[in-house]
């Protein structure tokens, strides 16, 4: 041992040393004990309670209007006047000895899961500390309050000092009146009051009245009376079941006209309803949960809880409402309060609705497109969405609140009661997209036909239009606002398909460059790949040669897996022939020639693809029905590959736990001289997520593996879109995954 060593060694012993006998002294029993107590000072308490624990006026009051509902009150009334406010309930009221053992007992709460007074009403108040919020309201508190049989008393305080008397009073209850106040209170600031506290409070055992000069008024809960066409088009329903980890939504919508029904073949355009399995919802995200629980279990001890929302968009402008057929260009009274979340009968604090805590603006931000973008995810806007959430004291325990009461804590089981309640959100916007995309599909009209015979014949002579007879200006001016309205749905467009290339643009610059690199990979490993084809024959060879090949393949050396070197050569020309595939389909993929619209032999091209997949996954069988003999259909190699080669690939990332697999790609040609193709595996089909909604694969990033991209239905429907076809159909109600679908003709400019 070296000098340093010695030293630090003898450091740390004379330093535990010492940590023992300081130990030992603290344990020391002693008979000199004196028993103490915190002495703390009034107006400290009432100031870091009070005053600086409720950052808003608006906020102490709620705290007051929550100890009269807990106390059972029915009738609250809140008056101001230039210099005071005064707060009456008719609550159950408190004795001397109440406000001597509780009210004055900071952090003491007598409440209940149900209020005494109250059975049906579950207790807002739980820390014994709201009292405080009088503190933040005014500098001196006068307090009347009597409970039956029992004599009135009188608490007054300046926060510095407290004196108690009692009184004589028939009401029973509890009044405050503050003075000294810290705030104006003027009209404006009650009305702001009036609508903060019709948020804040839902429930309908307690009337509020607030009152200031010639203003009286009560405040009615936000939600109390929702009514679609009037406040919203579309409202969207949810309900969570905690044990079955299982979502209902329910969606019910009067968003568009009644013709517009004849574009949507999907269902009703007026409801909807699904159940989600949301740990097969989410279990394919990834959640990364940090204390060490399963997801399940996590699902399930979130507790059950609901939810509504309600969309609208404002203002909707004419050319809109045409194009899309929507019912209502305007709303009389448009929910915009955002999303709260309550608990019981009250809303918490920091989830008002002022702050867009699901993050539905950054949701929107990440994929811009419209409702109507033929692709693209569309999310609704934080500003377009009002609603609220429901969850209770016990039921919700895991839901923790912070202990200054200003939110929640933003533990696993709140990041996943936030993950539920988007996956219903997003059943709503799937739905109301796929509406919209049927409606602008049916009604887009052909701008070319648009006639206009007396503005083409005043462009020609301009000074023509003194002539025009008042009739012809009549008619005149109806074209010219056709005209405009053409102009506009063009210009609405042209920005949604620069929106749409936008969005596409940003997904295949990256598949673009992983193209790249893997292409470039692909060159090097062509270099080596007769020695990485030929590596196991070159082994195999060389123990036969050396005499070792029957020895290493008899019984006793093939037992196990893991030193079966026979099975491991095996395996290995299997793996380096795939290897071989995809470096000869990187290559050829990126060939110049193959992105030429050319007569393509369409059977000979859809064999070649067949013979490829399945010389390099022998468990798979492909086969290829021309039922109307096609030979040459002008299109683009490229194209064709992307097509059935993201096809192909789906069918074995699904099904690669089977022993075999048969694919059926069959041909029909259409009148209108495109081809309808019916693609069809006998695997397992689509997950359980996508049954009741199967046109959900083509949105981007669904998918149902955990390590999936969701790219592959995505850009498979994007390149139908481009080769002037659609899909058709997607069946569920066969074995096996099948697709229909359609493909035009591409002709060179």
């Known amino acids: 041992m070296n000098i340093r060593n010695a030293y630090v060694s003898h450091e740390k012993h004379y330093f535990m040393h010492s940590l023992a006998k300081e130990k030992a002294y603290i344990m020391k029993k002693t008979n000199e004990v004196e028993n103490l107590t915190y002495t703390i000072e009034g107006k400290k308490v009432a100031e870091i309670l009070g005053v600086q624990n409720f950052t808003t006026k608006e906020a102490a009051i709620l705290e007051l209007v929550k100890n009269a509902y807990d106390a059972g009150s029915k009738n609250l009334t809140i008056h101001f006047e230039a210099d005071s406010l005064f707060i009456k309930d008719d609550g159950e009221g408190m004795t001397n000895q109440d406000i001597k053992e509780s009210w004055m007992h900071i952090g003491k709460s007598t409440r209940n899961y149900y209020a005494d007074s109250a059975p049906t009403r579950v207790t807002a108040g739980s820390k014994g500390i709201g009292r405080f919020a009088l503190a933040r309201l005014g500098k001196f508190v006068q307090m009347r309050t009597k409970k039956d049989n029992h004599t009135g008393v009188i608490w007054k305080t300046d926060w510095d000092s407290n004196t108690l008397e009692l009184c004589e009073t028939q009401e029973n209850g509890t009044s405050f009146l503050i003075y000294g106040l810290r705030d104006n209170w003027s009209k404006a600031t009650v009305k702001k009051l009036q609508k903060y506290l019709s948020i804040a409070y839902n429930d309908k055992y307690m009337s509020i009245i607030l009152s200031k000069d010639d203003f009286q008024e009560e405040v009615l809960p936000y939600y109390s009376h929702p009514q679609i066409g009037n406040q919203f088009v579309t409202e ?15 969606i019910s919508s009067d968003e568009f006209a009644s013709d517009a029904q004849q574009y949507y073949r999907d269902g009703s355009i007026h409801t909807k309803k699904i159940a989600l399995n949301m740990k097969e919802e989410l279990q394919v995200n990834r959640i990364d949960l940090q204390e060490n629980i399963s997801l399940e279990s996590c699902l399930k001890n979130i507790g059950d809880f609901k939810a509504s929302f309600f969309f609208s968009m404002g203002q909707v402008s004419k050319n809109d409402k045409d194009t899309f057929l929507y019912k209502y260009d305007k709303l ?22 002022k702050k867009d805590w699901l993050g539905l603006s950054k949701r929107a931000s990440s994929s811009p497109a419209a409702a109507s973008h033929p692709s693209g995810n569309w999310h609704v806007r934080s500003s377009q969405l009002s609603g609220y959430i429901m969850i209770d004291k016990n039921k919700n325990a895991q839901l923790r609140e912070l202990s200054n009461r200003q939110g929640l804590e933003e533990n696993d089981h709140f990041r996943l009661f936030t993950e539920i309640i988007l ?22 009209e052909d701008t070319s036909s648009v006639s206009t015979p007396l503005i083409q014949s005043i462009a020609i002579n301009p000074t023509g239009i003194v002539n025009l007879n008042k009739k012809e200006t009549l008619a005149l001016a109806e074209e010219i606002k056709d005209y405009v309205q053409t102009i506009n749905r063009n210009n609405q467009s042209k920005d949604e398909v620069i929106e749409r290339f936008r969005y596409d643009t940003r997904i295949l610059n990256v598949l673009a460059t992983s193209g790249l690199k893997s292409a470039s990979l692909a060159h090097e490993l062509k270099n080596s790949k007769n020695t990485i084809i030929g590596a196991p024959e070159n082994i195999e060879s060389a123990l036969k040669k050396f005499g070792m090949w029957d020895e290493l393949n008899s019984p006793d050396k093939t037992k196990y897996f893991y030193y079966n070197v026979p099975l491991i050569i095996s395996n290995l020309k299997e793996s380096n022939n795939k290897i071989s595939f995809f470096i000869e389909s990187m290559l050829s993929d990126i060939e110049k020639q193959r992105f030429t619209i050319i007569g393509i032999n369409l059977a000979k091209s859809l064999l070649d693809i067949a013979t490829k997949w399945m010389e390099y996954y022998k468990w798979i069988k492909i086969d290829i029905i021309n039922k109307d003999n096609v030979d040459i259909f002008d299109t683009s190699e490229d194209l064709l590959y992307v097509i059935f080669d993201n096809l192909i690939l789906n069918s074995i990332q699904q099904n690669e736990h089977l022993n075999k697999l048969s694919i059926e790609i069959t041909i029909r040609l259409k009148n209108s001289g495109a081809l309808l193709f019916r693609y069809r595996d006998d695997g397992i089909g689509l997950p359980e997520k996508f049954i009741k909604e199967p046109y959900r694969i083509f949105n981007s990033h669904e998918t149902n593996r955990p390590n999936g991209h969701g790219l592959g239905m995505w850009i498979l429907k994007n390149t139908l879109d481009y080769c002037n076809g659609k899909i058709v159909d997607v069946p569920t109600d066969q074995k096996g995954f099948s697709l229909i679908f359609e493909l035009g003709e591409l002709k060179n400019d």
């Not at 969207?236 to 209902?248: G, I, V």
């Not at 955002?338 to 604090?349: D, H, M």
């Open 423 to 444: 996956s219903g959100i997003s059943v709503f916007e799937r739905y109301r997209q796929s509406i919209v995309r049927s409606i602008k599909h049916g009604t887009t």
């Open 236 to 250: 969207t329903n949810l309900q969570y079941f905690s044990n079955k980890m299982m979502l209902e939504v329910e």
């Open 332 to 353: 009389k009274n448009r929910y915009t309060s955002g999303i709260t979340l309550y608990r019981n009968a009250f809303s918490i604090s920091s989830y008002e609705g």
